[in-house]
T-cell receptor
Framework: NAGVMQNPRHLVRRRGQEARLRCSPM?????VYWYRQLPEEGLKFMVY????????ESGMPKERFSAEFPKEGPSILRIQQVVRGDSAAYFC??????????????FGPGTRLTVL | AQSVAQPEDQVNVAEGNPLTVKCTYS??????LFWYVQYPNRGLQFLLK??????LVKGSYGFEAEFNKSQTSFHLKKPSALVSDSALYFC???????????FGAGTQVVVTP
C-alpha cells in the first residue's frame, strides 16, 4: 500500500507565476489536509478537505491560495501570483473516513517551493 | 481555542541515556494528543497517540508518552536513546473528533555517540 504521494518534490517559480502542488492520499483515505512549514518553524494548518468538499479552510490565506479535492484524481493546492514569502515546504496528510475522526494523519514527503 | 507548547527548541542527550521531550497543551474539551517525528527533508512520521484509557501510551521505535491531565502535559520518552533518534519531534493536539491538528513548534533532538 503506497503512502501519501506528493509531486513535485521540488518546485521553483518566479514571482508572479502559479504553483500547483498535488497530493494523492493513501488508498482508502478520503480526508486530506494541507500544511505549510516555514524554515525553523512548525507546521501550520491550511485546509481540510473531503472528496469534493472543503471542510475547514481557516488556515488558508484569503487571497491567491485555493485547494480542491475532486471526486477523481489528486488533491490540488494552487498558489497564484507567488511571492517570495510563499517559499516553504508544503505537506499533505490523509486519514481514513472512519467515524470519530481520532485517527492519526499520514504525511507525504512534502513539496518544497522556492520562489525566485 | 487549542494550543500546544514545546518549551525546548533542542534537547541534547548522550546515546544510551534516557530521552524526554516535553509538551504541554490547552484545549477546551477532551484532548486528543499525538507525537510525530520528522527526519531531514522528509514528511512527518506518526509515533503514538493518546485518545483515552491508560495514561502511559507506547508507540513506535521504543517511544512512549505519559498523559498527565492535571499538568496538561504529554511528554515523550525513551529509556535509552540511539544516535538514529536524532530528528525533529512534533507534539500535536486536537480538541474534538473532527478538529484540525494544532502542532507545536518542534523540538530538535540531538543524540551524541
Amino acid at each position: 500500500n503506497a503512502g501519501v504521494m506528493q509531486n513535485p518534490r521540488h518546485l521553483v517559480r518566479r514571482r508572479g507565476q502559479e504553483a500547483r502542488l498535488r497530493c494523492s492520499p493513501m488508498k482508502g483515505h478520503s480526508h486530506v489536509y494541507w500544511y505549510r512549514q516555514l524554515p525553523e518553524e512548525g507546521l501550520k494548518f491550511m485546509v481540510y478537505l473531503q472528496k469534493e468538499n472543503i471542510i475547514d479552510e481557516s488556515g488558508m490565506p484569503k487571497e491567491r491560495f485555493s485547494a480542491e479535492f475532486p471526486k477523481e484524481g489528486p488533491s490540488i493546492l494552487r498558489i497564484q501570483q507567488v511571492v517570495r514569502g510563499d517559499s516553504a515546504a508544503y505537506f499533505c496528510a490523509s486519514s481514513p473516513p472512519t467515524a470519530g475522526g481520532i485517527n492519526e494523519q499520514f504525511f507525504g514527503p512534502g513539496t518544497r517551493l522556492t520562489v525566485l | 481555542a487549542q494550543s500546544v507548547a514545546q518549551p525546548e527548541d533542542q534537547v541534547n542527550v548522550a546515546e544510551g541515556n534516557p530521552l524526554t521531550v516535553k509538551c504541554t497543551y490547552s484545549v477546551s474539551g477532551n484532548p486528543y494528543l499525538f507525537w510525530y517525528v520528522q527526519y531531514p527533508n522528509r514528511g512527518l512520521q506518526f509515533l503514538l497517540k493518546y485518545i483515552t484509557g491508560d495514561n502511559l501510551v507506547k508507540g513506535s521505535y521504543g517511544f512512549e508518552a505519559e498523559f498527565n491531565k492535571s499538568q496538561t502535559s504529554f511528554h515523550l520518552k525513551k529509556p535509552s536513546a540511539l544516535v538514529s533518534d536524532s530528528a525533529l519531534y512534533f507534539c500535536a493536539v486536537r480538541d474534538s473528533s473532527w478538529g484540525k491538528f494544532q502542532f507545536g513548534a518542534g523540538t530538535q533532538v540531538v543524540v551524541t555517540p
